[in-house]
Structure formats: C-alpha cells, structure tokens
C-alpha cells in the first residue's frame, strides 16, 4: 500500500522506471512518447548528459545555501544570461521553485512597487477568463478557470477578468481581426474605467495560453496595444510564461514574438527543462530601484529560492536551448507536426480547431464542426482521451472546460524540441489511435 497523497486516490499509475530522449519507460519496460513534455516542462527530453552532469558537478561544490546568508555563482550566471536573453528592460531575476512560485512574487513585487512609490490606492488586478496562473491561492485568484476556482472561491482575492483573446470561439462570423482585437480593447478599457484607472495596479496574461484553452495565441497586434492601454493608465503588464516561454512557441520568450516588453514576467517550466524545480520573476530596473531605493527590501521568499544545484541545472540547460540552438528547430518541427495534424485531423467530423506557435499546440474537440458545440461534459472526452492515448503509449495533455470552465474539450500538444520526423508521425498515429478509441 502507497502512503503517496496522488494527484487522484482512484488512479492506478505504473512506476516509471527510466526516460530516454522523447520516450519514458515504466518497470514493466513498455515505451511512452512524451508528446506534451509532462505539462510542457520536459524541453529537452529525458537523460540528458550535459544537464546531468552539471547538476553532479554543482553537487560537489554545494548543494544548498540559504540566500539570507549567501548568493552563489549559480545563481549569478543564471540571473546575467537571463537578463541578456530577455526583452527589452527586463533587469532583475528573482529565483524560485516554479511557476506558481513566480507568478505569486510578480503579484507581490507589483503591490510592493505602488507601495514604494506612494501609490497605495492601486490594488487591482486585471486578467483574462480561462486563464491560467498556478495554483497558490494568489495565482489562483488571478486564473480565469472557473472549475479551478470555484472550490477554493471564499478564500480568494477579488481579480477582475475580461475577456481571452480566443478567436475560435470569440471572433464572429465576418468580424475581421483588427475589429475582434478592437472589441476586445474595448472591453478592457472599460473594465479599466470601471474599477478607476488609478485603483489597477497590473494587466496579467500567458502570451500564448496554455493549459486551460490549448495552446491559443493572441491575434495580430493585440498585445502591443495592451501595452499601450497599461502604459497610459501607469499598469503594469506581468506576462506569464510559465508554459509558453523558454522556446516552447519558437523565440526563448514567447513575448518577443509579439513585439512587447513586460515590466514583469513569470518563467519555469523548459527553464529546468524537468532536471530541477526553478522558476524566475523577471523584473524591469524601474521596479527593482524603487524598492533598492525606497525600504531596500523585498517583503516576500521562499526558503529554495535561488537553490544553486537548480540554478546550476537552469544554466545548462540554456547552453542546449541557446549555446547548441535548439530553440531554433522549434518553429520548423513545429511546422512540421502542424502539418501531419492538418493532414490527418484537419477535416475530422469532431476536431473543431488545430492552433498553437512552435511546438505548443493544441487540438479543440467539438460534438459538431459547424456549429463547434462541445460535447458533454458528462461524457469526459478529456479524460477519455488521456487514458486511452496512455495506452497506446503517448502522453499528451487533454484538459476539460476550455469554453466556460465546464464545457469544451481539447488536448495540448508540447513534445520536446529534438523531436524527430519519425517521432512526429509516431505522435500524430497514436493520438488518432487515443481519439477513436475516446469517441467510441
């Protein structure tokens, strides 16, 4: 008998025995093709060297050392290479254990801020619904998802959300782009005006959403005129690239292709690559030199924070993503399995939509193309899907509720980035596999 508290007290998991490139193994030796990197974390696929031994040199110098006490070279050559990687005015990178981690320390490093410069007043949040942003309950707050949510809603700050930016099921028919991203606009604007400009203290939003809708990015132009709206209201713009960012959409962060600077941002994830848990709030010099200058400390920390064995982890893992290139073959590989997914799924009777950047994509189920009603959520098509392509040796990452947080099925796609031709058709024929066997 386990005394593991699982995820689920009903499911009966295998035990992993080994991982090797794209594949994990469990005891009994059978082979899974890890088509979504676990939730998006396994960048680099399983057993790689380099990280590896980095994480055994860093072991031989020093495991751990508190950071009240100390920094450590780790840490360091971490925060510069991130700095030099990161958009524009991103300065300062506070390290944590991941994702919910940082997106709790953006939260509170943008309150702190509006304290440190005599703003008191701007407390409020703005994000979007179906959004996703950790499970801590500030995170929490913050998400969109309202299943997510609902059992834990007495304990949670109030957060306004307005609406994602989810052409799918947003766009009406014969509205161009330019005018669903203006209704949008608006519609954020008058959120805004609602609440008072001067009470919003930030705009928060994954670049390319991720686990809660699939793998949905922004229209053309969207997010620069967010910046615009934040920039006039003096909010700050926190992206959370948690799961989108470290290469996972084709540039190291996912905010570069959309043209934008964040005064804050959130990454984890593809940051260990699975090696090591660690996540990073990145902040602009603006916001750092106002506490530096001000009370001179940061009200908030977490005793591995800046842990110089996951740090260690981290760097190697940007010398695969960056020094050998790997980000590059993202967006090709991602093409490439876009196109085995339009080729084999693009006319089927229940894929409503195939969407995503590089290699973060997602499939939207419907009950019926034409009118992308969803299927019933009594039939757990999500859930069917994930046990049934389990079988057939892939994990990929189906989620429910992508239309209104009940209704609304889809699966994310996220394999690691030396994903192979072979690899890729080997992904596409088993998800049909799990698909059939999910609608049977």
Known sequence: MSHVFPRHSKAVLPTVSHGAGAYLYDKSGKAYLDGSGGAAVSCLG???????????????????????????????????????????????????????????????LA??????????????????????????????????????????????????HVSACYAYRGQEPGEDTAAYCDHLIAELEAEIDRLGPDSVMAFVAEPVVGATLGAVPAVEGYFARIRQICDRHGILLILDEVMCGMGRTGTLFAAASEGVSPDITAIAKGLGGGY?????????????????????????GHTYMGHPVAAAAACAVLDRLVGDDLVSRVSPVGAA???????????????????????????????????????????????????????????CYPMGGCVDGQNGDHVLLAPPFILTEDQAEELVDKLDTGLKAALA
Not at 114 to 139: D, M, V, W
Request: proline share 5%.
């Open 46 to 108: 399983h057993g790689d060297p380099h990280v590896t031994e980095a994480i055994r040199g860093q072991l031989d110098c020093v495991a751990f050392a508190h950071t009240g006490f100390f920094t450590s070279e780790p840490a360091e050559q971490l925060a510069d290479r991130l700095v030099d990687l990161a958009p524009d005015g991103l300065d300062r990178v506070y390290l944590v254990s991941g994702g919910s981690e940082a997106m709790e320390a953006a939260l509170k």
């Open 337 to 395: 399995l876009m196109g085995l997914l339009q080729d084999r799924f693009g006319q089927h009777p229940h894929v409503g939509d195939i969407r995503g950047k590089g290699l973060f994509l997602g499939l939207e189920l419907v009950s019926d193309r034409e009118t992308k009603a969803p299927f019933d959520p009594a039939r757990k098509v999500n859930a069917r899907l994930k046990a049934a392509a389990f079988e057939a040796g892939l994990i």
């Open 276 to 300: 090591q848990p660690i996540g990073a709030m990145l902040c602009t010099s603006k916001i750092y030199d106002a506490i530096a200058s001000g009370s001179g400390f940061f009200q908030h």
């Open 111 to 160: 309150r702190q801020y509006f304290l440190e410069i005599g703003q008191p007043e701007r407390t409020r949040i703005i994000a979007r619904k179906q959004s996703y942003h950790g499970n801590t309950l500030g995170a929490l707050a913050t998400g969109g998802n309202a299943w997510r949510r609902a059992p834990f809603a007495p304990l949670l700050m109030d957060v306004s």
